[in-house]
């Protein structure tokens, strides 16, 4: 039996990939199951697949999931270093599905026992790209890519010479304000930016797909994973969400992939890797489909895109600073503090204001110092939010 364990397993990814595991519970051991405030959730998967240990990031709660699992062998354990520490329980496979640099830290403890970590979580990539990479080669440890558009790129590269690679393409469905005024942009709600119109995931993301923050971090975690030149990487508007990304190689072609809006292909991709297995996914019918539409992203309208390859060109930590900063404007968007249009501007100012501190710091990644600017950078982007606010 293949060992498995799921970091951020309430969540959608979470879900999603305990969906394919309860389809063949025969095949996996689950060893650690982990998520926050769902604790009704976390108890019942691992009462359900008799998890080893169930652990929450809120230590307010453990009274509880200990509440939800007594009678039952499986350890309870709470906070941030409990899922660190479960992440050290040897495991073959292990996805990556926190929400947020909090990630980070398991990602790292899963890659250092030389385990497969299919990441969803973005935000290490972003964060903390080389470092992820080396460990994962020092430790003999494989990274599969869980985010759609780059299983897609990942699939198109089977065989293929990096060498011949042109360009990548990722495409963005656009989100929720892809055919809004510009001018009503500004006065979106929450609840607006929290409906995407072809994918259903957590509300960050989701929020972050209208705003195109997700698409920036794609375009970092390209650049990060498959070790292309920013110049080489374009996202394209293609508001279906059934072509995933697309490589164009040196002879003019361009493969394309294309499949449902549903995450449980790219995770079963993952899970399964090399071979292909049958997903329960949607099959497609392109003729009832009939078109599928393509634009170029408009700046004006996704300023977050044009940062993305500020962040590259300045390299070092100022991914940490990017995604730490995008971080809290989006709390200060969900909390009230700040407007939908005002998250990049207080991403532009946290990059612009720590560019110097960003000098001084050690070039040399460690976790201590990417750590140490993600929270420099939240402090920074707070002080920002609380003068545009008051
Ligand atoms: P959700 O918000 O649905 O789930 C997040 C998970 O992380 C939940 O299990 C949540 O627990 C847990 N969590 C929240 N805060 C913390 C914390 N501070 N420490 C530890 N765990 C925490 O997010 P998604 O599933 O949508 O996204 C997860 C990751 O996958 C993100 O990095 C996202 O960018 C990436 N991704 C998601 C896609 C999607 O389709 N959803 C597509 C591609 C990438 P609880 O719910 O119990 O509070
Ligand atoms: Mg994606």
């Not at 998967?45 to 230590?59: G, R, W």
């Not at 080489?232 to 164009?248: C, T």
């Not at 900063?325 to 005002?342: C, N, P, S, V, Y």
């Not at 990644?365 to 609380?386: G, K, P």
Request: net charge negative.
């Amino acid at each position: 039996m293949r060992k498995v364990s799921i970091f951020g397993a309430t969540g959608s990814i979470g879900q999603s990939t305990l969906d394919l595991i309860k389809r063949a519970p025969d095949e996996y051991k689950v060893v650690a199951l982990t998520g926050s405030s769902n604790i009704k959730q976390l108890a019942a998967d691992a009462k359900t697949l008799n998890a080893e240990i169930a652990v929450t990031a809120d230590e307010s709660r453990l009274g509880d999931l200990r509440d939800a699992l007594r009678g039952t062998d499986i350890i309870a354990a709470a906070g941030q270093n409990a899922i660190t520490e479960a992440a050290h329980r040897p495991a073959d496979w292990i996805m990556s599905a926190i929400v947020g640099a909090a990630g980070l830290a398991p990602g790292m403890a899963a890659l250092a026992q030389g385990s497969t970590l299919a990441l969803a979580n973005k935000e290490s990539l972003v964060c903390a790209g080389k470092l992820l990479l080396d460990t994962a080669q020092t430790h003999g440890a494989t990274i599969l890519p869980v985010d759609s558009e780059h299983s897609a790129v990942f699939q198109a590269l089977v065989g293929e010479d990096m060498a011949a690679v042109e360009r990548i393409i990722i495409t963005a469905s656009g989100g929720a304000f892809r055919d809004w005024p510009l001018e009503d942009l500004e006065n979106a709600t929450l609840a607006q930016a929290s409906s995407h119109p072809n994918w259903d995931m957590g509300q960050r993301i989701t929020i972050d797909s209208a705003s195109m923050f997700n698409k920036a971090m794609e375009v970092i975690e390209t650049h990060e994973f498959f070790h292309v030149d920013p110049k080489a990487i374009e996202v394209l508007v293609h508001p279906q969400s059934m072509i995933h990304a697309l490589v164009g190689f040196n002879d003019g072609a361009l493969m394309a992939h294309v499949g449902p809006p549903d995450m449980r292909h790219a995770i079963g991709y993952a899970l399964h890797h090399p071979a292909r297995r049958h997903l329960p996914v949607e099959r497609l019918d392109l003729a009832k489909i009939g078109t599928f539409e393509f634009r170029a992203p408009d700046e004006s309208r996704w300023p977050a895109l044009r940062l993305a390859y500020q962040v590259m060109a300045r390299g070092g930590l100022s991914g940490a600073v990017f995604n730490a900063a995008k971080e809290t404007a989006l709390d200060g968007f969900i909390a009230g503090q700040i407007k939908f249009t005002q998250m990049s501007d207080v991403v532009t100012a946290t990059l612009e204001q720590l560019d110097v501190a960003d000098s001084h710091i050690d070039a040399t990644m460690t976790l201590d110092n990417v750590l140490e600017m993600d929270r420099i950078a939240r402090f920074q982007a707070r002080s920002i939010i609380e003068k545009r606010a008051g």
